[in-house]
């Protein structure tokens, strides 16, 4: 049985924040590995501004570079659009891996929003990781009134594959204050560095 976390995310782009909740996770919870599902559409979030899936995907990769970290376009491969069938699809592909599901607390606080959010929940166990400015919104949210009584001790979470579903786990690491947001703000063009050579144009004299 291999123990397999999944964080999913748009990776626009991926970033040292993204690699350093992944392993201290894959600590926490005495993981094997993790798979970063790099999402060919977030119905949640704009289109505006999204990177190219391969070039989101090649970001990925190298920030996972060295690490027990796969950024995967499964997703696409799949055809899934929503968290509820990918991981359904997963368990019935890969019937020897255990799946917990990883996010961040931003997402706790619109975990309601999901497609078939307490079916999942049902599916695989959850561990929701604190992110600095969004404790608050996640312990307020919708999804927590519902999911609270499911929380389970940190100090247990090596134990997740023998939790009865649904499960959820908070999980609190030293935070990384690199966002997204700020790196493509602080660089709008970004996604040159993962273009290949010939599609980035003659080199300025």
């Known amino acids: 049985m291999r123990r397999i976390g999944l964080l999913g995310g748009s990776f626009n782009p991926a970033h040292s924040g993204h690699r350093a909740i992944s392993l201290a996770a894959l600590h926490a919870l005495g993981l094997g590995e993790i798979w970063w599902l790099v999402s060919p559409g ?3 979030k704009e289109k505006t501004g999204m ?3 391969a070039t989101r995907l090649a970001s990925a990769r190298a920030v996972a570079r060295r690490a027990p970290i796969r950024p995967t376009d499964i997703e696409a491969r799949l055809g899934t659009v929503y968290t509820v069938d990918t991981i ?5 592909r890969f019937p020897n891996h255990r799946f917990i599901w990883l996010m961040g607390a931003d997402n706790l606080a619109q975990f309601h929003r999901w497609r078939d959010w307490r079916r999942l929940a049902r599916e695989v166990p959850i561990a929701v990781i604190a992110r600095p400015g969004y404790d608050g919104q996640a312990h307020a949210a919708v999804a927590m009134g519902w999911l609270r009584r499911f929380v389970r001790p940190a100090g247990q979470a090596k134990s ?3 939790w009865r579903l649904p499960a959820l786990v908070l999980l609190r690491f030293r ?5 997204a947001t700020r ?3 602080a660089d709008p063009h970004w996604q ?3 273009l290949p050579p ?3 144009g003659a080199p300025s004299s």
Request: no cysteine; net charge positive.
């Open 42 to 44: 977030n119905p949640l």
């Open 175 to 179: 935070p990384d204050p690199t966002s």
């Open 183 to 185: 790196l493509r703000a």
């Open 192 to 194: 040159r560095r993962f």
């Open 51 to 53: 990177a190219p899936l």
């Open 88 to 92: 359904a699809a997963l368990q019935r």
């Open 198 to 200: 010939s599609a980035r």
């Open 160 to 162: 997740w594959t023998t």
